[in-house]
């Protein structure tokens, strides 16, 4: 995100009066790249993503991965994340987890990197997204 992005939002959320008429269209259309950078960041992980992360952490703890089943809970349960998440889940929980064990998928799932992907989805992009609406009105 650019600066003037970021100013962008800081206004929208935090400005007291509203934005001057002339900077409208710039700012739905930095509203409308951020919504289509979300829909690229929010791609669920593929399969393989997952089996690599897993075995990327297998190999750090040394220890083996489940069997076939397991692994099929594994990545049913991780797809849903997306690859920069779940890449960012697995190096937390490395460098927290100390035993030779596999951690379990709720790890994973209730890592900072998860939680904090969880409150860009339900609160973030919908603000942004209702700015944009907001914005559009006054065009009309």
């Known amino acids: ?83 920069h998440v779940l890449r960012a889940a697995a190096l937390e929980i490395l460098s927290t987890h100390s035993f030779r064990t596999m951690p379990l998928p709720a790890e994973f799932l209730r890592s900072g990197p998860a939680k904090e992907w969880a409150v860009v989805v339900s609160h973030f992009m919908p603000m942004m997204r209702s700015h944009r609406i907001r914005l559009e009105h006054r065009l009309k």
């Open 1 to 83: 995100m650019s600066d003037g992005t970021a100013l962008l939002l800081s206004w929208l959320r935090y400005g007291e009066s509203d934005l001057d008429a002339r900077y409208v269209p710039r700012a739905i259309e930095a509203l409308a790249r951020l919504d289509a950078d979300f829909v690229t960041l929010s791609a669920a992980s593929e399969p393989g993503e997952v089996l690599d992360i897993l075995h990327m952490i297998a190999s750090v703890i040394q220890t083996e991965l489940p069997e076939e089943m397991g692994l099929t809970a594994y990545v049913m349960l991780l797809q849903p994340l997306p690859q």
